[in-house]
C-alpha cells in the first residue's frame, strides 16, 4: 500500500491509450448489461420481511411530512442518493449529465462512477465533471475502488495526488471508496490483491480533505467490517448489500460473451453471494456511523424500511439507470413516485419527519429475522444517523 505524492508509480504502460480503452470497453459493457440484461440476484434484500406498524390515528397532515434529512452535515430534501455508476465512456456524458439535472433539482445526492479512467485518460474528465457542473448545489460523491489503493500484480497503487485529483475533478463533497472483492474475484481482469487494504483506506481518510464513505458494491458489510472501517477513519458506510444489481451476474454475462466459461460459471455460482441488504444495514448500524442503504432499494416504502433500522440514505442504481436511458421524464417520475411512497410510509406508522421512522416500530419476519437472530444483530433505537456528530 502507497499513498504518497506524484502519480503512485505508475509506470507509462499504466497509463497508456490501450488500458484507458480497455476499461471505457468494460464500463460501457457494465451499463449495456445492467440496463438490458438479467442481472439482478435471486436473493432477496429484506424489504418484505419487515413490516412497519400501521397508526390508525396520525396526528398530522400528509402533506406536512418532512421528507428531509441531513448527511454528513449537508441537507438533503429526499434520503436518497443516485449511486455512483457511470463516467469514463461514450454513454457516460449524457446519462451523468441528465441525472445530475434532477439531482440537482430534487435536492438528492449523486455519485459518479469509478474514476480511474479519467486519471488515465484527460480526455474523459467530463464525462465525471459535467455532474459538478450541472448539479452545482448537490451533494455530489467522487469514486474510486479499492483495488486502486493496493499494489496489483500489474499496477502500482495510486497516490495522494491521484486521490486529490479524484476528488477535485467533481469538486466532491465525499469520497466513496468502492470495495468490490465478489466483482473482482469473478472478472476476468480483476484484481484481488486486497493485503494491506484496510491500512491503505486509513491512509487516504488521513489525508482526504472531504469525508470518506466506504461503499459496498453489492455483496453487503457486516457490523464487524463497519467497525474496522469506522476504526480506518470512514464517516460514512454504504452497505451496498445483496438484493439488487448482482456484479457477479453481470461479469458472468461477460465472461460468456468472451467465451471464458470458467468465469462464466463463477459468476452464476457466487450470484448471491453476501448479506442482503435490510441485514448489513441494521448489522452497519450499530458501528455508530451514517450509513446508505443500497442493493434492491425499488421504491420509497424499502426506503422507509430500510430508515426504521439504522439508514440514514437509500442508494438506488439500477432502476435509475433504466429511467435515465428512457429520459429525462422517467428519472422525475421515478423520484416522484419514491418521494409520494416514502410519504404516505410515514404518515401511516405515525411518523412526521424521515428521522422518526427510526423510532416507529418494526416486526420482523423470515430470512431476515433469522439473519439477524443468528449474526446477534438487534435494532438499535436511535444512532449517529445524521453524521453531524462525526464529521
Ligand atoms: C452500470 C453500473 C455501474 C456501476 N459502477 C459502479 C462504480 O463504478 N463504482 C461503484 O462504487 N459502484 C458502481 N455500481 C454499483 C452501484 O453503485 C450500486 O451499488 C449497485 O448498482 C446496487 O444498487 P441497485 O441494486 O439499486 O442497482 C455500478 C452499478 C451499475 C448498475
Do not use: C
Amino acid at each position: 500500500m502507497r499513498i504518497a505524492g506524484g502519480t503512485g508509480g505508475q509506470s507509462p504502460s499504466d497509463r497508456s491509450p490501450n488500458a484507458a480503452e480497455e476499461i471505457a470497453r468494460r464500463k460501457g459493457e457494465h451499463l449495456s448489461l445492467a440496463a438490458e440484461a438479467d442481472v439482478e440476484t435471486r436473493t432477496a434484500a429484506g424489504w418484505d420481511d419487515i413490516h412497519l406498524v400501521h397508526d390508525a390515528l396520525p396526528d398530522i397532515d400528509a402533506s406536512d411530512v418532512d421528507l428531509g434529512t441531513t448527511f454528513l452535515g449537508h441537507r438533503l430534501k429526499l434520503p436518497l442518493v443516485i449511486s455512483g455508476m457511470t463516467g469514463g465512456h461514450g454513454r457516460a456524458l449524457a446519462v451523468n449529465e441528465l441525472l445530475a439535472r434532477v439531482a440537482e433539482r430534487s435536492g438528492i445526492a449523486i455519485g459518479v462512477g469509478s474514476q480511474r479512467a479519467a486519471l488515465r485518460d484527460p480526455m474523459l474528465v467530463p464525462t465525471y465533471s459535467i455532474v459538478r457542473e450541472t448539479a452545482p448545489h448537490a451533494f455530489v460523491i467522487a469514486n474510486l475502488g479499492i483495488s486502486q489503493l493496493v499494489k496489483q500484480d500489474r499496477e502500482s497503487p495510486l497516490g495522494a495526488k491521484d486521490v486529490a485529483t479524484i476528488v477535485s475533478m467533481v469538486k466532491a463533497d465525499a469520497l466513496a471508496i468502492h470495495l468490490n472483492y465478489l466483482e473482482e474475484s469473478v472478472q476476468p481482469e480483476g484484481q484481488t490483491r486486497a493485503r494491506g487494504a484496510a491500512s491503505a483506506i486509513r491512509a487516504v481518510a488521513l489525508r482526504s480533505r472531504v469525508p470518506v464513505i466506504a461503499k459496498e458494491t453489492g455483496a453487503g458489510i457486516t457490523r464487524e467490517v463497519a467497525l474496522r472501517l469506522r476504526r480506518a477513519g470512514v464517516k460514512a458506510v454504504d452497505v451496498g448489500g445483496v438484493g439488487g444489481t448482482s456484479f457477479a451476474a453481470v461479469e458472468a454475462l461477460r465472461a460468456a460473451a468472451h467465451g471464458d466459461v470458467a468465469r462464466m460459471s463463477l459468476g452464476e455460482r457466487f450470484r448471491d453471494w453476501g448479506v442482503p441488504t435490510a441485514v448489513a444495514v441494521l448489522g452497519a448500524a450499530g458501528a455508530g456511523l451514517p450509513i446508505i442503504a443500497t442493493g434492491g432499494v425499488r421504491s420509497g416504502l424499502d426506503a422507509a424500511k430500510a430508515l426504521a433500522i439504522g439508514a440514514t440514505l437509500v442508494g438506488v442504481g439500477r432502476p435509475l439507470l433504466q429511467a435515465a436511458l428512457r429520459g429525462e421524464e422517467a428519472v422525475v417520475r421515478w423520484v416522484d413516485d419514491f418521494a409520494l411512497e416514502l410519504r404516505t410510509a410515514i404518515f401511516l406508522s405515525g411518523g412526521r419527519r424521515s428521522a422518526d421512522l427510526a423510532r416507529a416500530p418494526v416486526v420482523f419476519t423470515g430470512a431476515t429475522k433469522a439473519w439477524l437472530e443468528q449474526l446477534g444483530y438487534a435494532r438499535r433505537a436511535s444512532g449517529a444517523r445524521s453524521g453531524r456528530r462525526s464529521r
